[in-house]
């Protein structure tokens, strides 16, 4: 692990209608991570996400990629949003999705060409999608949809990866396609952020884990502070008996 | 006049022929444009623009006294900008949702538009008579003109979506993932609602602000069911929204001049009901065809499975059986034997069915492809 900081946040305080959402969180995330966003519901770890992508527009606090703004710096970093957050009805191809992914190199008005669909067909291929990528994107399982919002991110080929929920609503086989992806990115140098919900592989899959309850309770490596106590801080409740290792 | 005598005429009558082109015009860039707004969800948003489009027509009028269709058209775009707004100040800055925001405006700016034009009405002033065909649309009091500025309007847009055709179709498939891209969403916004607001405004004289929005509908509604691609889909929905124009105006030009934007709409309704029920791949009909034959197959796959269930416990997999044993069976009818027959799943000799090779191979693969399908 590099000792380059991919990510800080500093005081960030974003509040809804006055209810606040995530308070004072500051967060230094080192390059070449694969980190874990745990807690409970409505803890802000989508709000976190799209706080550090610049979507939402905190009350207070900033964020740094790389020590500078994200509007300077949104070329080094994919987004795979939650699957939810889209109509899949809209009319469109699995691979046109994909292509998506390299708008941001190309900027304002250029249009994709060749090098851009050789690149998402790469994409594709890497998330095992390569034989849907004419299918209406309506007619994949929620399982294929996530993996084409992943390759989506992939096409982009960033330094950073911030990850809604990429395991939300798929089976088994499409879990470990998925972390071996994650895993593939760390390997290469990349820092790679998830939002993640079950607790029990969080020690498997991940090696830096966030505990986040509108404050965060803790961030760190996994084998130091993934620990009862800190989930006990975060969830509210004993975890002694669930997560033992 | 009769509709045969209206066609004929078009192309010697120059009265005719402005009409017929600028509806056609008109037509097409309300589908082109209704299909950002459908796919957008903000299919409402139209019939508030258009109808807070209303008082600003009365006020050009009063302020003015001029009759003239493009006064009135810079009217009517400055207060369908005011609602347009407003609905936005509404939904950010309170709890009130776009529903909600989107009826008070519409309400709101409609009904004063109508105090305006009661009181319009009277006034000693013979000037006065005819801003009431804002209401529902009168196509014959085109000019030139007017036709003139629909395609200016019309060629504008096309070159707009042209040009940003990514940045449309990516700001309209997901917003959060367009934003993290470094577009700025916000004017894409602005572009796309400005050419709606510029569509709904044009089309003011001919159809009227009471139906203006399904203008924008119709067309884009009618052509989602064709098409799994937003090209073809826009294309499409240009189409429908030229013949829609085209028709209204020719029926309602050869019945006693009714008013056009009823009839426009009600050929556009046409379209959409034909297209959900007829189109292939998501309309009515053809899914509940789809549906019997999923249900019938099913019958036969659990027959056959059965079948399975039984042939699976001898070596020889073709080893004939007493049609007899699937009696205790349901689902079993002569009809589905003779179905898994000539699909060559089995075979019937004597009262006794032996399952084949291929019928094998299919029990074998229907649970796979189940999860495949899923």
Request: with cysteine; glycine share 8%.
């Amino acid at each position: 692990m590099s000792e380059k900081i991919a990510i800080t946040v500093d005081d960030l305080t974003v509040a809804y209608n006055y209810k606040p959402v995530l308070w004072d969180i500051d967060l230094v995330i080192p390059e070449g991570v694969l980190m874990a966003i745990v807690g409970p519901n409505g803890a802000g770890k989508s709000t976190l996400i799209k706080s550090i992508l610049d979507i939402i527009k905190p009350i207070a606090g900033s964020v740094k990629i790389f020590g500078k703004p994200y509007k300077k710096q949104y070329q080094h970093v994919a987004y795979v949003p939650q699957k939810g957050s889209v109509d899949w009805d809209f009319p469109t191809t699995a691979l046109d999705v994909v292509m998506m992914g390299t708008y941001g190199s190309l900027g304002w008005i250029k249009r994709p060409g060749q090098k851009q669909k050789k690149a998402a067909l790469e994409a594709l291929e890497k998330v095992g999608m390569l034989e849907f990528k004419s299918r209406q994107i309506s007619q994949l399982s929620g399982g294929q949809q996530q993996r084409i919002f992943l390759a989506r991110a992939l096409v982009q080929n960033s330094s950073i990866y911030l990850m809604d929920e990429p395991f939300q609503g798929v089976d088994a086989t499409t879990e470990k396609a998925i972390i071996n992806i994650l895993k593939e990115l760390r390997k290469a140098g990349k820092t790679v952020i998830v939002v993640h919900h079950d607790l029990q592989t969080v020690p498997e899959y991940f090696d830096w884990v966030t505990f986040l309850n509108v404050k965060k309770i803790a961030t760190g490596p996994v084998k130091d502070i993934f620990n009862d106590d800190n989930l006990t801080k975060t969830y509210g409740i004993n975890y002694k008996v669930s997560i033992q290792q | 006049m009769t509709l045969s005598e209206y066609f004929s005429l078009v192309f010697n009558d120059y009265t005719l022929r402005t009409i017929t082109l600028g509806t056609a015009v008109l037509g097409a860039i309300c589908g082109m444009l209704g299909s950002f707004a459908v796919l957008r969800k903000q299919s409402l948003l139209g019939d508030a623009i258009s109808h807070a489009a209303l008082p600003g027509i009365a006020l050009a009028f009063l302020i003015t006294g001029a009759k003239n269709s493009n006064t009135l058209l810079i009217g009517a775009l400055i207060s369908g900008l005011i609602g347009t707004f407003w609905i936005r100040g509404i939904v950010k800055k309170t709890h009130l949702k776009s529903d909600t925001a989107l009826g008070l405006i519409l309400s709101l700016f409609f009904g004063f538009g109508m105090l305006l034009l009661t009181f319009i009405q009277k006034m000693p002033n013979a000037n006065q008579a005819g801003l009431d065909k804002y209401l529902f649309g009168q196509a014959a009091t085109l000019v030139e003109s007017d036709v003139w500025l629909m395609c200016i309007v019309t060629g504008i847009s096309l070159i707009v979506l042209l040009v940003f055709w990514k940045e449309f179709k990516l700001l309209l498939f997901d917003v959060d993932y367009t934003k993290s891209l470094g577009f700025n969403t916000r004017i894409l916004d602005v572009l796309i609602t400005s050419l709606i607001v510029l569509a709904i405004v044009i089309g003011l004289q001919t159809v009227g602000v009471v139906l203006m929005s399904a203008m924008l509908l119709a067309p884009a509604a009618a052509a989602r069911q064709w098409t799994n691609s937003l090209g073809v889909m826009i294309f499409l929905a240009a189409i429908f929204g030229a013949f829609s124009g085209v028709l209204g105006t020719a029926v309602s030009a050869s019945s006693n001049n009714l008013s056009t934007g009823p009839v426009i709409v009600l050929i556009a309704a046409t379209f959409v009901i034909f297209s959900f029920i007829f189109s292939p791949g998501r309309g009515l009909l053809f899914r509940e065809i789809r549906y019997w034959k999923n249900r019938n197959d099913l019958h036969l796959h659990k027959t056959l499975s059965f079948m399975y269930s039984i042939a699976k416990t001898h070596d020889d997999i073709s080893h004939p059986h007493a049609v007899k044993i699937l009696n205790n069976f349901q689902g079993y009818t002569k009809r589905s034997l003779k179905k898994l027959e000539s699909r060559e799943y089995i075979t019937v000799n004597n009262a006794m069915w032996s399952l084949t090779q291929k019928g094998y191979n299919k029990v074998v693969n229907m649970y796979n492809q189940q999860e495949n399908n899923d």
